[in-house]
């Protein structure tokens, strides 16, 4: 059991992270802190917390482990801000949907003792903030872990520890490696949807009516805050770029096998999606959301 976890952020994803330790009893005591005076209230109000502070650098102070739970483009700098605040032997993680450029900043910045080590927990919902938080959000999920290559090895054991003490499975990768999966898994997905339902949209609105549960299914996640996605792409454009330049490829294949009326091919494509998409069942529990 830690002696204190500091949940920076208390959204949908920082709120369920404090219920999920308090549940599982890692914490003896668990801290947050919000921008917004509301939410500090709400927080404690709601119990999903033991106390708030009004700044960053004092819901830090006396804590094991602080976990960013912010949008990815609000990291480093309230990373720079708390780092000062930070005890000797704290770990510092995160919960952004990126992890090459957040955690070469995070090199570069200068902390005691005080190791950062990226995470990202493949949960999330359609749902957002933390009236919609529940200690099980992560129970069964993925969580990368993205240690650099100086980070301590007991650090990084403690932080799987933590992850795995919540029912998450966990994925050792590198930063670069991470950004490369989810830019094919996550955010090409999620532009996809985007661009198709803009697509849609341009048409006669009274198609709209006709639509059934195959089209939401396709364009649910095209729903996600759309602040928060920008934020994703760009800071992971260029692994972004190369997810669309392969997708577009096999598009292309489709489109050349309909203009030449290879009926065949495009059954053994057909054939080929659904294969994956049927192993995706039993696999696939929540889906990030930034």
């Not at 359609?126 to 099980?136: L, T």
């Not at 661009?195 to 729903?223: C, H, M, Y």
């Not at 602040?227 to 190369?242: A, C, P, S």
């Not at 669309?244 to 495009?266: C, M, P, T, V």
């Amino acid at each position: 059991m830690l002696r204190q976890i500091s949940i920076i952020g208390p959204g949908l994803l920082g709120a369920s992270l404090s219920l999920a330790a308090k549940k599982h009893r890692l914490a003896e005591r668990v801290v947050a802190w919000s921008h917004r005076a509301e939410t500090r209230a709400n927080c404690l109000a709601k119990k999903i917390c033991d106390a708030v502070e009004e700044t960053p650098e004092q819901a830090v102070i006396g804590s094991d482990l602080v976990v960013l739970c912010t949008p990815v483009n609000t990291i480093i700098p309230l990373l720079e801000k708390i780092q000062s605040s930070l005890d000797s032997d704290a770990i510092l993680t995160d919960v952004g949907s990126t992890k090459s450029q957040i955690c070469r900043q995070a090199q570069g910045i200068e902390m005691k003792h005080t190791a950062f080590i990226g995470s990202h927990p493949m949960a999330g919902s359609d749902q957002r903030g933390m009236e919609n938080a529940h200690a099980d959000l992560f129970c069964g999920a993925t969580c990368f872990v993205t240690p650099l290559d100086n980070a301590p090895s007991d650090d990084v054991q403690r932080l799987v520890a933590f992850w795995e003490g919540i029912g998450m499975q966990i994925q050792i990768t590198s930063p670069e490696i991470h950004d490369e999966i989810v830019a094919h898994i996550s955010h090409l997905p999620h532009a996809i949807a985007a661009v198709l339902s803009k697509f849609l949209g341009e048409k006669n609105p009274e198609w709209a009516q006709f639509a059934g549960g195959g089209l939401r299914d396709t364009t649910r996640i095209a729903s996600g805050n759309p602040g928060l996605w920008k934020q994703i792409f760009d800071q992971n454009r260029e692994e972004v770029i190369r997810a669309i330049e392969g997708f577009e490829d096999r598009l292309h294949r489709f489109k050349a096998s309909l203009l030449n009326e290879e009926f065949s091919e495009i059954q053994r494509i057909l054939q080929q999606g659904k294969h994956f998409r049927d192993g995706l069942s039993s696999q696939v529990k929540n889906e990030t959301h930034g």
